[in-house]
């Protein structure tokens, strides 16, 4: 064992013969393979002699490293180009950083810090420690020097000493070759980004080994950015204008991504680019919003589609994108309602000009969206909603569900566009269409209105009127295809039309197809029952489920002719005796026939109602007479209302040119009719097609078949607001058992959810269907919040 002296002679006498080898190494001069190995073994007998000698090694060892680091400073300092300064600062650090991977190596027994009185003296620690040959054994080094206090300890004394004096100036530098960059200058990349790496690198926390990078260059970078924009964004728009800074702040962010991914810190851990994004938001559109805001309604307008793309692609980065949603709905909803009261002669006279130009209207603003907006999400609801204004809009066509006289009205004007939309679906599944449509065509067609359809407040308006088409479509046999009409069904069905409504449509379907094995069989027996057997092959009856088709109320008295008359107790004893219980109503409203019409012109063959082959048959064996209206409502027993408007059907038809009856003295609408207005039949009535008369043909003069009385269209009218009312109750019941407690605006909210598929309750409603639940014990008030239900078990 050696002594304590001898120790400390040897230390002394062997640190001289280590320093000039550690000084070449820090140089980056060659240094022999002996050399090398001879430095482990010195260093690691130097460690075993006494624990005092690792703190003096660390000194001396800082000594050199400083006095290194200090010469190389004046080195760099005397280039006072910026260029140089970083090219030289980069070539020192360079060298620098990679020693500090090496030069641990050799004081790796400074971390062991073996025992005083260890008796092993082997090099056997030092034998593995050799210079890297291979990639790999490089890699396993640097790993295991990363913690090391000697590389530790170089680059704490660089960043203290040369990068503390000149760390402005290398900042500065950078910033300027990226200001040359940015302005489309000469510049070397490199430079910068040497200089990134060596903050990057300098920092040795293990915590946040980008402190360095971040409290200097990043900040520094950043700074710089908002600096450089704050001048240049202000001069292009003060010399362009905000329109063409569109373009610039686009072209301006995607450079700035690209330089930002150059320049900053991308590795694991680092979150520069994100905040970099933020901050080209910030300063290149964010304080500029409000400006680029306040063009956004003229670009819609104008339909710059470019321009919007760019304004939304920036807008949409930053948190506020509510003022370009409302600018888009106020012009969809101004362009819409300016265009379609621009086009109003047309579109409300004709359904199919009017859905054609909902249509053309939805396509063009969804286009708009699409283009323009990316079909975001958010600009399709500002989208939605702008056209339901439209389509539920009543400044053009209004639709008043209960006359102004009913007393205690609950409700307002609506929109006729669920009628005319339903006008519009008969148009195209009736036979004999005006234009001549493919299935396809009709498909699409049919498809179009039911997306018009979603946007419609009150469907159960269109229930009405398409229920009401369906009808006179399977009575009078002019559906253009079965198959479609069911296909119509399911179509409506798939938008959330109620079930009870869809029921009763797929119900009809099934009646008809009921109704027509009936009528077959009835026919097979009438033929040898009948005393006239022609006439069953002449009739075709319909028997119908009242409760799908028709209302109680619409049965009107009429006189048949005679052979109609004996027709009917026959089949009503046939039915009795195929069906025991059941019983038959019999809605002439609703029948229809062919006549032969024959005058001195010709012979005809005439489509007409019930009610108009009545008032016909009168001149039965006295076709020259003249008969009062007095004397046709005692033969036709019809209805004063019913006789004036069936009358005048045949005096005032607007499809033809020759009128079947004749009529005086004139006067201009039914109700002038008095009891002695006379009626004859027309002896030069004729069909005239394409400007030529025809003494013989086939005349429709049912037109729309009338299915219920002028007293009860009133009825269903008042029906609609009837059932709004129940709905309304049921719905409200439903939530208040599902919550037992609920606030006044959740109530209304899920109200809406529940019953947008039949029509959008009004406040009114809401308010006296509650209070009406209130007073018959459904529900009470909270006595602590009167905006508060409790459900009333």
């Not at 280039?79 to 020192?92: K, P, S, T």
């Amino acid at each position: 064992m050696l002594l304590s002296g001898q120790n400390s002679e040897t230390f002394e006498t062997k640190w001289p013969q280590i320093k000039p080898l550690i000084i070449r190494l820090l140089k980056q001069e060659d240094v022999k393979k002996n050399e090398w190995f001879n430095l482990f073994f010195d260093i690691h007998h130097i460690c075993l002699w006494e624990d005092n000698c690792i703190p003096r090694i660390k000194k001396e060892l800082e000594l050199n490293i400083l006095s290194f680091i200090r010469t190389v400073q004046e080195q760099i300092l005397r280039h006072e180009d910026d260029e140089a300064l970083l090219r030289a600062y980069i070539n020192v650090w360079t060298k620098f950083l990679d020693q500090s991977n090496y030069l641990p190596h050799p004081f790796s027994a400074m971390e062991q810090n073996p025992s005083k009185n260890s008796n092993s003296t082997t090099v056997a620690a030092a034998g593995p420690q050799v210079p890297p040959v291979t990639a790999q054994q490089q890699q396993q080094q640097q790993r295991k020097s990363t913690d090391s206090h000697v590389r530790k300890l170089m680059l704490d004394t660089w960043s203290m000493s040369i990068f503390s004096e000149i760390k402005h100036r290398l900042q500065n530098s950078a910033m300027k070759i990226i200001y040359a960059e940015r302005i489309g200058e000469p510049f070397d990349s490199q430079l910068v980004i040497g200089v990134r790496e060596s903050y990057v690198n300098l920092c040795c926390d293990p915590e946040d080994r980008l402190k360095i990078y971040k409290e200097n260059f990043e900040k520094a970078y950043f700074d710089a950015l908002i600096e450089f924009y704050h001048i240049h964004a202000r001069e292009f728009i003060t010399k362009h204008g905000i329109i063409e800074y569109l373009t610039y702040s686009d072209s301006k962010l995607k450079e700035e991504e690209r330089r930002a991914s150059k320049y900053l810190e991308t590795g694991k851990g680092s979150d520069s680019l994100d905040s970099h994004r933020k901050i080209c938001i910030q300063v290149l559109v964010g304080e500029y919003q409000d400006q680029l805001l306040a063009e956004c309604p003229n670009l819609i307008q104008l339909n710059d589609i470019k321009n919007l793309n760019l304004m939304f692609q920036l807008l949409d980065r930053v948190p506020n994108i509510e003022p370009m949603l409302a600018d888009l709905e106020s012009y969809i909803v101004s362009e819409g309602l300016m265009v379609m009261k621009a086009n109003s002669e047309t579109i409300t006279t004709d359904p199919e000009k009017y859905v054609e130009q909902l249509l053309e209207l939805f396509n063009r603003f969804t286009k708009l969206v699409d283009d323009a907006f990316n079909s975001d999400p958010r600009f399709m609801t500002s989208r939605d909603k702008a056209f339901k204004t439209i389509v539920n809009d009543i400044t053009i066509f209004q639709l008043d569900l209960l006359p102004n006289s009913v007393a205690n009205q609950k409700t307002k004007p609506e929109s006729r566009c669920p009628e005319l939309l339903a006008n519009y679906c008969d148009v195209l599944l009736r036979r004999n269409q005006v234009k001549k449509l493919t299935e396809d065509e009709v498909k699409e067609k049919l498809s179009n209105i039911v997306t018009l359809l979603k946007y419609v407040q009150n469907k159960d308006v269109f229930m009405k009127y398409h229920k009401a088409h369906l009808t006179r479509r399977l009575i009078l046999d002019l559906s253009n295809d079965q198959e479609m009409e069911e296909q119509t069904v399911i179509m409506l069905k798939d938008i959330g039309m109620p079930p009870e409504y869809i029921n009763k449509l797929s119900q009809m379907f099934k009646d008809i197809k009921v109704s027509e094995d009936i009528n077959e069989k009835f026919k097979n027996v009438a033929r040898n029952t009948l005393h006239n057997a022609n006439l069953a092959d002449c009739v075709n009856i319909k028997i119908l489920n009242a409760g799908a088709w028709s209302r109680s109320s619409d049965k009107v008295a009429v006189t048949l002719p005679p052979e109609l008359e004996d027709y009917i107790p026959e089949v009503e004893k046939f039915y009795k005796n195929e069906y025991s219980g059941r019983k038959l109503t019999w809605h002439h409203l609703m029948s229809n026939g062919i006549i032969n019409f024959n005058t001195k012109n010709g012979k005809f063959e005439l489509e007409v109602t019930t009610f108009q082959m009545a008032v016909l048959f009168a001149w039965t064996n006295r076709a020259s007479d003249k008969l009062s209206y007095e004397s046709l409502r005692l033969a036709t027993e019809l209805p004063d209302n019913e006789l004036r408007r069936t009358l005048w059907q045949l005096v005032a038809f607007q499809k033809i040119k020759h009128q079947v009856l004749c009529y005086g003295p004139e006067v201009k609408q039914a109700k002038d009719f008095t009891e002695n207005t006379q009626f004859w039949i027309n002896q030069d009535f004729c069909i005239v097609r394409n400007n030529k008369a025809q003494y013989r043909g086939k005349l429709n003069l049912i037109g729309r078949l009338q299915l219920s009385t002028e007293k009860n269209r009133e009825e269903e009218n008042q029906e609609i607001v009837f059932l709004r009312t129940e709905r309304a109750k049921e719905a409200i019941v439903k939530i208040m058992k599902m919550r037992k407690r609920v606030t006044l605006a959740q109530l209304q909210t899920e109200l809406i959810e529940l019953l947008k598929n039949m029509f959008l309750p009004s406040k009114k409603l809401v308010k006296e269907t509650i209070e009406w639940l209130i007073e018959n014990k459904y529900m009470e008030r909270d006595e602590a919040n009167i905006n508060t239900f409790i459900y009333t078990t």
